[in-house]
Each structure stands twice: as C-alpha cells, then as structure tokens.
C-alpha cells in the first residue's frame, strides 16, 4: 500500500481562507496556548513538589499556582481551539487520516482532560483554608490530574509526528485494521522524533513555569515580603537553567538524532539556518534577563521583558515547528499551494470575536489581579 491511499481528497470547493493567514493564526493560536499549557504540563507537576516537599517560600507559590491553575487550564483549552481549528482548515488531508489511525487515543484526550479540571478544582478548594489542610486522598487527586495532563501532552505529540510522517501509515494501518476498517488503536512510539518532541516541549515548560513565578511576584503578589522575592528569583533561575539545558539536550536529540538528511540540509542551508540557530539561541535572551536583574532596579520591567523574551521563544519554535512540518509534508502534497475560494465575512468575524476575546481575557486577568493584590 502507497502512503497517498491514505491521504484525504483535496476539497474540491478550495480552502476558504489564504494559507498565509491560516499559517499565520495556527501559530499565533498555538503560541497563545502554550504559555497556559506549559504551565500545567510542568507547572502544576513544580507547584505539587513544591507543596509536598518544599519550604515554607515553595510552599506560598505552590498554593497561589494551584488555586489559579482552574483559570490557567480553561484559558489553555480555549485557547488550544484556535490552532486546532486551522489544522483542521488547511491540514485537513493530514489531519483525520493521522487521527482516524489512532482515534481511540485521540477520542481518550477528552476522557483525561475532564477528571484532570475536575482535579485541579478538587486541589484549589482544598487550599481555600490554607495549604497545610489539605487531605491525603486530595493530594493523590493532584497527582493523577499532573499525569493526566502529562499524558494529554504524550497523545498530542503522537498526533503531530503522525500527521506529518505519511509515510509510517500504510505500516500502522496493516498493523490495525479488519477487513479494510481502521481500529483507531495505533500509536506512533515507534516514530523516532516522538519522544525528543516530547520532551522538548517539557523543557520549555520549566522555562514558562520559571518566567511565571517572577510575573506572580512581581504582578500578582503584591504583600509579598523582600525574602520572599528572593527565593522567588533565585528558585526561577534554577528552573529557567534546568528547563534551558533539559531543551537544548532534547533538541539536539531531535534535530541531529532524527532530522532526515533532506530536512537538515532545508534547515541548516540560508536563510533557514537564521531561524534554525534563533531558534536554538532564543531561550538565552529570558535567561540573561533573569541572571542579570540583580543590576536592574527596575525589576518590574525587567520581568515584563523576560515574559515577552520567553512568548518569543514559544513563538519562534512554533515557526520552526510549521516549517518543519510543511518540509515533511511536501513530498505527498504541497499544503502552500493548495487552491483557495476566501470567504471574508467569516473571516472577519473570525478577526473581530478573536480581538474581543483576547481583550476580554485581558481583562479578566486585570480583575484577578486586583482582587488578589
């Protein structure tokens, strides 16, 4: 079986929107999601440890982190639909054949994330009464909801590698069907880029957790002491340092491990080696800013740096991530040149409720934080 049996029909009515501006919005969408993924993806397994394990400073950020993290998750999985529904749009002949492989897995996403919410509830309402209350069998619910998140990240991960890597779907298939019908049980483990992706995406999520325990401090912490704000920068230097080498150690796995000659020569040839090394050297920038904010009195601004140094890092890899995926694609369809048939009124209407939301959402957090200053 050739790998284009698999692949979906182009759709004969074109796509209804430009692919620059489908690119464009699944990256912003994705880069949006990230920064409140990562922090229940590493944040919420950080803020855990903490509260079991940690002083009594480790033990203050831990309980905020937990009770905020019901906000944090919803904000990620609404924001998650933004990426998901361009794939959706212009991946299309990608996207359900990977997803039909491994459906059950897939259909299983929902089956984590619902007790995962109601567990980061379950932990908040614990702490409303402080973070010393809280009952062994609530923590035990803390745990499963981390690994359930952690879990969701494994199945996404296998979702992305098998929609760009049409060539294992006849191998997968053969090995997961009746009579012609696909069982939805396969998985891409044996996919060598799953597992550096993977991790990959775990160490820059240390980072994000990093950067977010200054923003706290910094933004949302008002009465905090001086002593606190020095554990504060000097546990986010440590995690920054440990989520940086733990990302440069799996992305060099990924890229010299497992790029294909083709790829590596598209990546490393000009101009694409700029954005190949920016992307390499980019978590440098929130860390310099880190390390160095002892020589800064302005430590506000300087945290605001760091948070926007370290959305570029989320964004930059989410540019490298939709070039890399377009590269392996190319070879069973050229995805840039599909035709196109714009409708703008659904467009625009895109544009005016996804500005309305990000404002609103903006605005919910002014609110949060002028109730918990």
């Keep these: 079986m050739e790998p284009q049996m698999l692949i979906e029909p182009a759709s004969a009515a074109g796509v209804p929107a430009p692919m620059w501006f489908i690119e464009f919005f699944k990256v912003l969408g994705f880069t949006l999601h990230a920064v409140p993924m990562n922090l229940w993806y590493a944040g919420l397994l950080i803020a855990l440890w903490l509260h079991l394990g940690g002083n009594e400073h480790g033990r203050r950020f831990a309980a905020r982190l ?15 639909i933004v990426p998901l529904l361009f794939v959706q749009l212009g991946y299309h002949q990608f996207f359900y054949p990977a997803t039909i492989l491994m459906a059950w897995f897939w259909l299983a996403i929902v089956g984590l994330l619902i007790p995962a919410y ?10 409303r009464d402080g973070h010393e209350g809280v009952a062994g069998w609530k923590k035990l619910v803390g745990w499963c909801a981390a690994l359930f998140f952690i879990a969701i990240g494994f199945l996404f991960a296998n ?8 060539q294992r779907w006849p191998e997968l298939f053969n090995a997961h069907n009746i009579a012609g019908a696909a069982l939805g049980t396969a998985l891409n483990t044996g996919d060598p880029t799953l597992w550096p992706r993977w991790l990959l ?3 820059l999520a240390l980072g994000t957790t990093a950067v977010w325990v200054l923003v706290d401090t910094a933004w949302l912490n008002a009465g905090c002491g001086d002593e606190y704000r020095r554990w504060a920068w000097s546990f986010a230097r440590k995690l920054y340092t440990a989520g940086m080498i733990w990302a440069a150690a799996a992305g060099a796995w990924y890229v010299f491990g497992t790029w294909p ?3 590596r020569a598209t990546m490393f040839e000009y101009p694409m080696v700029i954005l190949t090394v920016l992307t390499a050297l980019a978590p440098g920038l929130p860390w310099l800013l880190m390390m160095t904010a002892g020589w800064c009195p302005a430590k ?16 930059i890899n989410a540019v490298s991530r939709q070039i890399v995926q377009n590269v392996n694609l190319r070879d069973y369809g050229d995805v840039l040149a599909q035709p196109t048939d714009v409708q703008w009124s659904p467009l625009v209407m895109f544009l005016l409720v996804f500005v309305l939301g990000l404002a609103v959402v903006g605005w919910m957090i002014a609110q949060i934080r002028r109730c918990d200053a």
Excluded: C, D
């Design 261 to 263: 000659p083709e790829l």
């Design 118 to 127: 109601y567990g980061v509830y379950l932990y908040a309402w614990a702490l």
């Design 66 to 80: 937990l009770r905020q993290m019901p906000i944090i998750v919803a904000y990620g999985v609404n924001l998650g």
């Design 300 to 315: 506000r601004a300087t945290v605001a740096a760091a948070a926007v140094a370290q959305f570029g890092v989320l964004g």
């Design 201 to 203: 995406m775990f160490g």
């Design 159 to 166: 979702g992305w590698s098998l929609m760009e890597h049409v």
